[in-house]
């Protein structure tokens, strides 16, 4: 095959993640990049040395050359820039949350099955040196059976504000944006079981906070205010095999200071995965910790950006069953819907 020709929809902060990924690999080539903000696509192309740049997704995907794209715009995007890539014959990698809710995200997949196209979701944290390790721990059976599970990705002071913090553009707050990361790699590591009760709470007593001084916080491209999304949720999960997650996010909340984390328990071992990799058992009549010794940036941000990417080229060119399919974006927007809906009812949701 001859370089896989790439383009990119929504050229603002993590386009340039994307970037990091293809910029490495020689059987590749971005040729085309679109955003409804001129100077930003005009500026990107210029970063990136891209030939064509484009205000409409839809002009962009009448190149016939383009093989894929990565959809890295706003979560009301996701949906219709993926069905109408996949519609035009493109492979996609789309962002996390795959779409808005479950219904889009079901359409998504009928399209991409439709044209026999692949639509990769963005779980990159998949892609990090702990989960791959622990993955294949669990599939050696060192957990055995795991019953239980808590996680949780929480801001002190955190709300980007802009899109994100507009449910019409981003579908919810810290649930949709942090949570979905955090619910798909308990469900990815043990096994992609399926849920199927959630009850939840979410809480909007806290606003965005904009007054606070003394910190650095994170802005998002088109920064506003406005804001009509929860800023805490917590949530108990129950899955198919029994297994119940705890799981908790907020983007502001009183809290001492920011924290992610995640938490594993089967009846042969426990384990943290987050904030570092812990393994918890007893052996030979003595509880024993241990501690697997990882590259330092073998998580990090860049380096799961980079693997992901490495990765759906190599689904495109060297036909590799994709890790990410987005089934998986679909059934963590049931999860997601199921969360929403239990906090508004106030009562268990079966899924
Ligand atoms: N995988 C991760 O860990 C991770 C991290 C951050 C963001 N994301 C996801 O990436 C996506 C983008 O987030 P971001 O932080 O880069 O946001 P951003 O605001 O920095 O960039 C989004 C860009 O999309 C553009 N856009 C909006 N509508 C468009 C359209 N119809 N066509 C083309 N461009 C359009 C905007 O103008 C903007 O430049 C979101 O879905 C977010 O959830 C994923």
């Known amino acids: 095959m001859d370089k896989v020709k790439i383009g990119v929809i929504g050229t603002g902060s993590i386009s340039n993640l994307h970037m990091a990924?293809?910029?490495?690999?020689?059987?590749v080539e971005v040729i085309a990049a679109c955003d409804i903000n001129e100077e930003r696509v005009r500026k990107f192309a210029e970063t990136y040395h891209i030939a064509n740049t484009f205000t409409d997704y839809n002009e962009m995907l009448k190149m016939e050359e383009l093989d894929a794209v990565s959809v890295t715009a706003w979560n009301n995007v996701h949906a219709p820039a993926s069905i109408a890539a996949l519609n035009a014959g493109k492979h996609v990698l789309c962002e996390k949350p795959l779409a808005l809710n479950a219904d889009e995200a079901l359409g998504m997949v009928e399209t991409s099955k439709k044209n026999g196209k692949i639509l990769m979701v963005g779980f990159c944290r998949r892609f990090g040196e702990n989960a791959v390790s622990l993955k294949e721990m669990i599939a050696k059976g060192d957990l055995g059976q795991i019953y239980y599970a808590k996680t949780g990705c929480l801001r002190r002071c955190g709300n980007p504000g802009g899109w994100f913090s507009d449910r019409s553009k981003s579908g919810g707050g810290p649930v949709i944006d942090l949570g979905v990361h955090m619910i798909d790699l308990v469900r990815y590591l043990s096994g992609k079981p399926r849920a199927v009760s959630v009850m939840a709470s979410t809480f909007d007593h806290m606003g965005m906070r904009t007054e606070v001084k003394g910190i650095t916080k994170y802005n998002s491209a088109d920064y506003s205010e406005y804001n009509d999304v929860e800023d805490c949720a917590?949530?108990?999960?129950?899955?198919?095999?029994?297994?119940?997650l705890f799981f908790e996010t907020s983007w502001v909340q009183n809290i001492k200071e920011d924290s992610l984390y995640l938490e594993l328990f089967g009846d042969k071992a426990g384990v943290t995965m987050e904030p570092e990799f812990e393994i918890y058992e007893s052996k030979y009549n003595y509880l024993r910790n241990t501690k697997p010794v990882l590259n330092a940036e073998g998580s990090g941000f860049e380096h799961n950006f980079i693997e992901e990417i490495k990765h759906f080229i190599n689904c495109i060119a060297d036909g590799a069953i994709c890790?990410?399919?987005?089934?998986?974006?679909?059934?963590?927007?049931?999860?997601?819907?199921?969360i929403y809906q239990s906090a508004k009812t106030g009562h268990e949701v079966l899924i």
Request: avoid cysteine; charged fraction near 25%.
């Open 21 to 27: 990924g293809y910029n490495r690999l020689e059987n």
């Open 323 to 338: 890790l990410n399919p987005a089934e998986d974006g679909l059934e963590l927007m049931r999860i997601i819907d199921a």
């Open 234 to 244: 917590t949530a108990l999960i129950r899955f198919e095999n029994g297994m119940t």
